[in-house]
């Protein structure tokens, strides 16, 4: 054989049996892009990066359901070793077996958190943090803050509001509130939930499904009110825009966020960790004080004006409604119907 | 020139062998299975099974023509397809006809002019007449400040805004195909009919349109099943109220986690689309069979 030709040959098998050298494990986690980045970077990834010495790529493609789609399409192996989802999405994909459970052994920080909202994420969430949906408002137009639901259906707000679509689960849990401030309930009865709904579709200046698109509304002033997730609401506050939220009397229902690992993930171990890490006291206090959330850890320590803005305590806990998210998921079809029926066709 | 054309060449090209061909199309033949075929054929299947047993069923079937969403979702569809067709189709025509015959310098420019919307993203075309038709946008802006109306004109959020930005998306490609079938009409038929006393508008009317048909056809059927398949503007530009096929797809998929449901809607887009270009297809290969026919009568 030509010299030549057998010396590429003999120097891949060489390199290819030689030690090589030692890489960090690698962590690849994805979630949002924005604020939501930056935050996550700072406050959790770097710190875990130095003290576990595994390398964590973040990718911020795609939204939670787009990548539970993913999930999903490649039946639990996305690419991706950890995901930051809903508890919605955390139910389902444990249901159809896209999602690893996790357990307090090789995560003991789970065993911190409250049961309450940890039952309602199921066994293959970790509840990393907790926002609720408020009703934010313009300090500057509104002479009184509102302290009820209802208070979008006041005069004064008459195209002045702005709805989420039905694809924006803020719409749902405001459909389910309403109808249990109308006497009806959250899942069975919600008739008069979309009877309210129709009428605050007719005080409205129409939907949007992105919070991005909603927050611009109010922002510029054109809206006046609307529902919108504390957390976010908290972030115009701290950019100087004049807006205020409350959490109306009839109470809220949360938006709890959840870090899943998907059934085919290449470096469980590691993910598992990095979990255990964001779970972790001074994690949740740095993630709380710093992406202005609440928290599923009732035992942290932040700044008495955070803590009265956020979820944090025990009573915060049980002010909260808690709808079967399980039903509502079985129930999304059949009301997603009606809402086109009864209220999208009643806005402007 | 006839003569040149229909004589036989010395040494007739051996044709290929079977074997070959094959071979040469077997590529593109295993792409398309893979990634064309195969995932058409999963989707087709997953419309007519039950998501929990996986036994056959129509159950999703008869959802889609019995909850009227649906039904109503794929009129918006066909409605929107049409008249962006109709737009492209004429808009795209006097350009193309420029582009085809003038020898102007500005043809470059008017060329480039054409093909811009492509060079920009179809999100961000999107975004442009957004801040140009909705409410707070541009145009509502000026009409208010000037005294012109008192509230805001609905020209975002409905058919309009989305016919309007497809329009736009699709344009170029309606003028390709335009003017590559302009450029195919002899441009001696033009002048002679001058010679022999037309007027230029009977000479576009009885010769440039009727002999540009196949292009028109062509640029309608692109333009029909682009518009169809669009997801980007229509779910920008419609919002809530304008809700076509292809988002109500998108929904089904990510929010409501339906994907059989979702696979019948895509069924009934992919009939449809396949549908109207079998009607268009068929139409002008009756149109040129006709011609054939007539042509071969006069000889």
Redesign the interface.
């Known amino acids: 054989m030509n010299v030549n030709r057998c010396l590429p040959l003999c120097l891949v098998l060489a390199l290819g049996e030689a030690p090589g050298p030692a890489f960090a494990e690698t962590l690849i986690v994805n979630s949002y892009g924005g604020p939501y980045e930056s935050i996550i970077e700072e406050r959790i990834i770097k710190p875990f990066e130095e003290k576990s010495g595994i390398d964590v790529v973040y990718d911020a493609v795609g939204s939670a359901a787009q990548d539970y789609a993913k999930i999903k399409a490649t039946k639990g192996n996305p690419g991706f070793d950890v995901g930051v989802m809903t508890a919605s999405q955390s139910l389902q994909g444990c249901k159809e077996g896209l999602l690893e459970k996790l357990d307090a052994a090789a995560i003991p920080n789970l065993g911190k958190l409250a049961p309450r909202l940890s039952e309602v994420a199921g066994p293959c969430g970790a509840v990393h943090e907790v926002q609720y949906m408020s009703l934010l408002y313009r300090t500057d137009k509104l002479t009184s803050p509102p302290t009820s639901w209802s208070s979008l259906l006041a005069p004064e707000l008459k195209g002045k509001i702005i709805l989420p679509t039905f694809q924006n689960i803020m719409a749902v849990f405001l459909l389910e509130i309403m109808s249990v401030a109308r006497g009806g309930d959250m899942i069975d009865n919600v008739g008069p939930g979309f009877t309210a709904m129709a009428e605050l579709a007719r005080q409205s200046i129409g939907f949007e499904q992105s919070s991005a698109i909603l927050e611009s509304y109010i922002k510029d002033g054109t809206v006046w009110a609307m529902p919108f997730w504390n957390g976010r609401a908290q972030l115009l506050i701290d950019q100087g825009v004049p807006v205020d939220y409350v959490r109306p009397k009839e109470g809220t229902i949360p938006l709890i966020a959840t870090l899943n690992v998907p059934v085919g993930a290449e470096n469980k171990q590691a993910a598992m960790a990095f979990i255990d890490f964001f779970l972790e006291k001074s994690r949740q206090e740095a993630w709380v004080t710093g992406y202005k959330v609440g928290s599923a850890r009732i035992d942290i320590d932040i700044p008495d004006d955070a803590r009265k803005r956020q979820i944090t305590t025990e009573a915060d806990l049980k002010s909260l409604k808690l709808p079967d998210l399980a039903r509502v998921a079985d129930k999304l079809g059949e009301w997603g119907e009606r809402w086109e029926r009864d209220v999208v066709s009643q806005a402007k | 020139m006839s003569t040149i054309a229909l004589a036989a060449p010395a040494v007739m090209p051996a044709a290929p062998a079977r074997t070959s061909a094959y071979v040469v199309l077997a590529p593109s033949c295993l792409v398309l299975t893979m990634f064309f075929a195969l995932p058409m054929g999963v989707m087709i299947g997953m419309s007519f099974t039950d998501g929990e047993t996986l036994a056959p069923t129509f159950a999703h079937y008869q959802r889609f023509f019995s909850?009227?969403?649906s039904l109503a979702g794929l009129y918006r569809t066909a409605m929107m397809s049409i008249l962006v067709a109709l737009s492209v189709t004429v808009l795209g025509y006097p350009i193309a006809y420029f582009l085809a015959r003038s020898r102007s310098r500005w043809r470059a420019v008017v060329f480039a002019l054409a093909l811009a919307p492509e060079l920009a993203g179809v999100v961000l075309r999107t975004y442009g007449w957004l801040i140009i038709l909705e409410?707070?946008g541009f145009i509502n802006d000026a009409l208010m400040n000037l005294g012109l109306v008192a509230s805001p004109l609905p020209l975002s959020?409905n058919l309009f805004a989305v016919v309007v930005g497809l329009t736009h998306v699709v344009l170029p490609f309606g003028i390709l195909s335009l003017t590559t079938s302009i450029q195919g009409i002899d441009p001696n038929l033009e002048r002679a009919a001058q010679m022999l006393g037309a007027s230029r508008l009977s000479v576009v009317r009885h010769v440039i349109l009727p002999l540009s048909v196949p292009g028109i056809v062509s640029s309608l059927l692109i333009s029909f099943t682009m518009a169809a398949s669009a997801y980007a503007t229509p779910a920008l530009l419609g919002?809530?109220?304008f809700?076509v096929l292809a988002t109500m797809i998108y929904?089904q998929?990510?929010?409501?986690?339906?994907?059989r449901?979702a696979a019948v809607m895509a069924v009934a887009l992919l009939v449809m689309m396949l549908t109207v270009s079998f009607l268009g297809i068929r139409y002008e290969a009756r149109r040129s069979a006709r011609r054939s026919n007539r042509e071969g009568e006069r000889s």
Not at chain 2, 253 to 259: M, T
């Open positions: 909850d009227g969403l409410d707070r959020k919002g809530a109220r809700k929904e998929v990510l929010f409501y986690i339906d994907w449901f």
